[in-house]
Structures are given as C-alpha cells and as structure tokens.
C-alpha cells in the first residue's frame, strides 16, 4: 500500500479534512509505547511513572501552538471535547453559528430540547457568519458562544477575536472549535477553551484536547477514577498521546513550509480546474481547502466516477446522509448547486503531479457527465 492509501493502482488522496495521513515520525513514537512500553499511566510504579512522563511530553508539545497557560485536558478526539466544553458549561443560552460541525449544531440541539435557549447565527453568502446579528444575539445571559475558526467543509475563517470579544462583554465563555486551524492557522488568545483533535494534524485517530483557560472549569460528562484533574475518567492511551505530540511538534517546525506548499498546490488546483467555481470566501480563508462547484454536475456521481481520487461532497461525518451540506445551503446554494459541489482537501503529503493528475481525471470525468 503506497503514501496515498492505495493498493495496487496509486491513489491521489484528496481529502485532507476528512483525516490526515499519518505521519511518520507519529509512528515511530507510538511503536514502542504500544509494544514494549505498556504501563498504565495513572499506576504509581516505575512502568506508569515512565508512561506517565510520556503524556505529560505530549501534553506540553500541544500546549505549545495553543494560548499560554491554562490546561490542557486528553479526551478521544474533538467531539468529546466539544461536548465536554457545552454541556459542562454555566447555566444560560448558547450562541453558534449555522455552518458550525455537527458536533457542535447537535450537541446544541440537544441542549435546546433540555431547556436551554439556542441561537444559531446565520452566514453571508462567504460564510463568515453575520456580525449584527451576533452582537444583537450575545447579550447578558448567554452562558456560551461557540464558533469554528476555519470551517471543515469551505475552508472561510471565521472572525473568532471579534465573537470571543462580545461573548466577554456579555459575560459568556468562548469555546473555539480549532480541528481544522490547529497548528495551521494563528489560535486568539482571547478563547476561553479550545477543542482540537490528532488525527487532523497527521496524528493517530482515537485522541483529542480540550484547552482550558485558567478558571474555566466545566462540569465533567464522564465520572469514574478522576483522571484528567477530574474533567475526564478513563485511562489515557500513552501511545495515542504521544502520537499526537510528535504531530503537534511537527507542526510547528514544519509550519512554514507546510504553509508554503500548501498556497502553492491552491493556485496549481485553481489554475487546473478554471471551470469550478469556489464556494465561500476567496480571500478570509485557509487556502488547502477548496469547496468547488460547477453547473450541471452531480457530486456523488463524480466522486464515483473518480475512483483513484480520494475526494469527498463535504464532512466526512455527514457522508451517506443523502441530504445536501447543511453548510452549502447555509452560504445561500440552491438544492442542484450544493449537489454539484465538491471539496478538495490537500496538504503535506499531496504533490504537485497529485494534483495535476486529480485535476485531468475530476476534470475528464466533469465533461463526460456534462456531456451525457
């Protein structure tokens, strides 16, 4: 099986939302953890004492791209995090916005149906989310605001300072749901809690982080031995922690070029598919996302007419639903617009003769259908 995930025939993976391939050197830092080093980290003798010092290198590597102090608390991935952050949160209303993840929309719907007061905040036709309504809506007694920094399914960056802003001045906490901006793009310090998860940065699935600043104590979801300063029982998979430090190091270092390759594989990706249209912003936006739509194509039928690209219709948690993207409808596409559009997601590992090759093959694929 080759870098791209393919057997056989290469496969060009395109969809660097949906997961990110592991990285190497991750690897190599969870093997011995797994194999060799297997102590339970909250045990007392020397083999937990030593996995123990393991999370807590991890944990420090991650605290590293996040705001200074506070804590940071282990969980198995953003959405336990995300739920940790909402429903742990002070009595009052909760504000978001409508193109936000699931994870965030449905933990939102589930609090109105037990009591809470819901405001969900509407998008301009860029996606980033309208301003006058969300300083009419943050006002005193809203207990939470939650936003995404960079959208999963269009790539736009939303105006997170400015939203953290009014919910202080409400007397509310801000939760920043950073999966996709980790690491990638600059996180405000002025976030009262931060949800992140590995696998999203070339790290393992099955862990995640919810940042807290210092004060901010939500109540927990899980009760059992008090793990995580008593915000999430369980035992901690030392493996998985230091996967996602080594991920979040690289990050880091690799920061400046990973951006510089990405920009470049954005202008390559536009100039080869001039007949797509990009949904969302152009400009406020993290560039290896691209949301592209084109007149007369139906999505899923290309997606499976382009079988050696590793593309997707959206978010990958709301794949197989068959409705169109909550958040393509929410920007103001029609029914048949959403239904022709696809993301396009790209990073480290993707080459520029990837991403000419996808682009021939999406694009052959587009005039046939086009055609039929």
Known sequence: MDRHGGAGAAMIYLDYQATTP?????FDAMVPLLRDHFGNPHSAHRLGRAAAAQVEVARDEIARLLPGGGRLVFTSGATEAINIAMQGAPPGGIVTIA????????????????????????????????????????RP?????AAMLVNNEIGVIQPIES?????????????????QGYGRVP???????????AHKIHGPKGVGALWLRDGVTPAPLIHGGGQEGGLRSGTLSPALCAGFGVAARLMRERADADRAHVEALALQARALLPDWTLNGSDT????????????????????????????????????????????????????GQARGSVRIGFGRYT??????????????????????
């Open 187 to 197: 996180i405000p310090g002025i976030c009262d809690m931060v949800a992140i998860s």
């Open 99 to 138: 193109t936000e993840h699931a994870a965030v929309l449905d933990t939102a719907e589930a609090m109105r149906r037990n009591g809470r007061d819901v405001t969900v905040l509407p998008v301009g036709a860029d996606g980033l989310v309208d301003m006058a309504a969300a300083r009419q809506a943050i």
């Open 163 to 179: 939203l953290a802003q009014l919910a202080h001045e409400a007397g509310a906490l801000f939760l920043c749901d950073a999966v």
């Open 22 to 26: 592991l990285a190497p050197e991750a």
């Open 351 to 372: 080459t520029s003769a990837d991403m000419e090759s996808a682009a021939q093959i999406i694009n052959e694929a587009a005039a046939a259908q086009a055609a039929s």
């Open 284 to 335: 406020v936006r993290y560039p290896g996302n691209l949301n592209l739509r084109r007149d007369g194509i139906d999505g899923a039928r290309l997606l499976s007419n382009c079988r050696n690209i590793a593309f997707s219709l959206g978010s990958a948690c709301a794949s197989g639903s068959g409705r169109p993207s909550h958040v393509l409808r929410a920007i103001g596409l029609t029914q």
């Open 141 to 145: 007694g809203v207990a939470l605001v």
